[in-house]
């Protein structure tokens, strides 16, 4: 009797070890179904017992399409601990970031959560996969999970398609393409450990409202309105006045882009918000961005004052100090335009979107061989007006109802029209002689003698 009870019973612990062992990790699972079926954004989340543990297991995987992918423990961005997926620099190994956001800003890497990178883990197939294990993960500076909630907030996020592949876990981030938010049972995720198996559909996990594509074009409208306003609108502002002698447009067309530059000013702000490596202004694209700025304001005041000065209601000469003001407003001209573009270029690489640079020096290119050319024919006019005979002995024909010329100014009469002395009397109505004598300007008195008496008299 006593060795069947002992093999009953080796037998129930022979079982009991082998169900343990078996089982699959309790879990909970979230499923974001992109349009392509087969390619997923999956969370999975394991707690493991006892409840004083502070650890997490997780599985998380998603296209490569996606620059990087996100899962954040918490209702929105601020105080949420949030773990950033990407392609090492080789490729084919996954990097795990944990970070903290502070805002919606880029989070921040933190040393105080270890996350180890399992097993199994890899790009593949244009798939990334992680299987993790996370050690101190259930609290954290700015906040905590509740492992007893069957409603715990979540919030994920997707990278875009650029192409990120690096090793530094403190490498900074390009604003998300889309994001989300879903909430998740933990009693359901918590029981035995490890990194959860079973995450084909979606268990104890919902979506909280729909997905949102993020929308927002400060990148590209800070680009387009400081970019253009250095390689178009301030070259075109100063053609107006070089080539077409216009100084009311040209100061029109530099004050103009004066303000679509500090409206480019202020979006440039706002994005150095979003991003650790720009947050304390300290970058050379931010330096130049602020000098070149400073330099555009003086340049419009310089261009003001020395326009107040030279066209004063006297129109006397301007004094030799005038003549200074409009020499160094002329230099510094181009010199602040050659600097806004070459920030342009700078700014690009800042913006980790060097590739860029290419259309942008076409752009460049294109527009100077314009404005060349514009100046090219504006000279060659100009000396050929230059050289354009000229009659040096007008001769001025004097008769009763006929036009009167004024030498250097033939042809300026239309029909109908006559000469005036200043008081306003018709040259035609006086006598011959006078009329002939109030024809001459004074620097041809001497020149031409006046007719007999008489002359174009009947």
């Known amino acids: 009797m006593a060795p069947l009870v002992e093999t009953v019973a080796l037998g129930l612990v022979a079982v009991s070890l082998f169900g343990r062992v078996g089982a699959a990790p309790a879990s909970s699972t979230f499923i974001l179904s992109g349009s392509d079926s087969n390619v997923n954004l999956t969370f999975a989340l394991n707690v493991p017992q006892p409840a004083d543990n502070d650890d997490l297991f997780f599985y998380l995987s998603g296209p490569t399409s996606n620059s990087w992918l996100a899962i954040g423990a918490g209702a929105e961005m601020r105080g949420a601990l949030m773990f950033i997926a990407y392609p090492g620099a080789d490729g084919n190994k996954v990097i795990l970031s944990p970070r903290i956001a502070t805002g919606n800003s880029e989070p921040t890497y933190t040393s105080g959560v270890k996350v180890e990178v399992l097993d199994g883990s890899g790009v593949s197939n244009g798939i990334l996969t992680v299987k993790a294990h996370c050690r101190n993960c259930r609290k954290w500076k700015g906040g905590s999970l509740d492992v007893n909630s069957q409603n715990q907030a979540w919030i994920y996020a997707l990278g875009h398609s650029d192409n990120l592949k690096t090793d530094s876990l403190t490498v900074g981030l390009r604003r998300h393409e889309g994001y989300g938010r879903f909430n998740m049972d933990m009693r359901q995720a918590t029981g035995e450990g490890g990194v959860p198996t079973n995450f084909t559909q979606n268990s104890g996990a919902?979506?909280?409202?729909?997905?949102?594509?993020?929308?927002?074009?400060?990148?590209?409208?800070?680009?387009?309105?400081?970019?253009?306003?250095?390689?178009?609108?301030?070259?075109?502002?100063?053609?107006?006045?070089?080539?077409?002698?216009?100084?009311?447009?040209?100061?029109?067309?530099?004050?103009?882009?004066?303000?679509?530059?500090?409206?480019?000013?202020?979006?440039?702000?706002?994005?150095?918000?979003?991003?650790?490596?720009?947050?304390?202004?300290?970058?050379?694209?931010?330096?130049?961005?602020?000098?070149?700025?400073?330099?555009?304001?003086?340049?419009?005041?310089?261009?003001?004052?020395?326009?107040?000065?030279?066209?004063?209601?006297?129109?006397?000469?301007?004094?030799?100090?005038?003549?200074?003001?409009?020499?160094?407003?002329?230099?510094?001209?181009?010199?602040?335009?050659?600097?806004?573009?070459?920030?342009?270029?700078?700014?690009?690489?800042?913006?980790?979107?060097?590739?860029?640079?290419?259309?942008?020096?076409?752009?460049?290119?294109?527009?100077?061989?314009?404005?060349?050319?514009?100046?090219?024919?504006?000279?060659?006019?100009?000396?050929?007006?230059?050289?354009?005979?000229?009659?040096?002995?007008?001769?001025?024909?004097?008769?009763?109802?006929?036009?009167?010329?004024?030498?250097?100014?033939?042809?300026?009469?239309?029909?109908?029209?006559?000469?005036?002395?200043?008081?306003?009397?018709?040259?035609?109505?006086?006598?011959?002689?006078?009329?002939?004598?109030?024809?001459?300007?004074?620097?041809?008195?001497?020149?031409?003698?006046?007719?007999?008496?008489?002359?174009?008299?009947?």
């Open 206 to 458: 919902a979506g909280n409202g729909p997905g949102v594509t993020d929308r927002d074009l400060s990148r590209q409208f800070h680009a387009l309105l400081m970019c253009g306003t250095f390689v178009i609108l301030f070259p075109v502002g100063a053609m107006f006045q070089r080539l077409f002698g216009s100084v009311r447009l040209h100061r029109l067309t530099q004050l103009f882009g004066l303000v679509v530059i500090l409206v480019g000013l202020g979006l440039g702000i706002k994005l150095s918000k979003q991003y650790n490596k720009s947050k304390k202004f300290h970058s050379a694209h931010q330096i130049i961005g602020l000098l070149v700025l400073s330099l555009c304001i003086s340049q419009a005041a310089l261009g003001l004052l020395q326009h107040h000065l030279h066209h004063r209601k006297t129109q006397r000469k301007s004094p030799p100090a005038v003549l200074n003001l409009n020499l160094i407003h002329r230099i510094a001209g181009p010199i602040i335009i050659l600097l806004g573009i070459l920030n342009g270029g700078i700014g690009f690489t800042f913006a980790n979107s060097p590739r860029h640079n290419i259309p942008y020096a076409i752009i460049i290119l294109v527009v100077a061989l314009f404005f060349a050319a514009c100046i090219f024919l504006k000279t060659k006019w100009t000396r050929r007006q230059s050289k354009a005979p000229v009659d040096d002995h007008p001769r001025a024909a004097v008769g009763v109802g006929e036009e009167h010329a004024v030498p250097g100014r033939e042809g300026q009469l239309g029909d109908g029209q006559h000469q005036h002395q200043e008081d306003g009397i018709p040259l035609a109505d006086l006598p011959a002689t006078a009329a002939a004598a109030a024809a001459v300007p004074p620097a041809y008195a001497g020149a031409y003698p006046p007719p007999p008496a008489g002359a174009g008299r009947g």
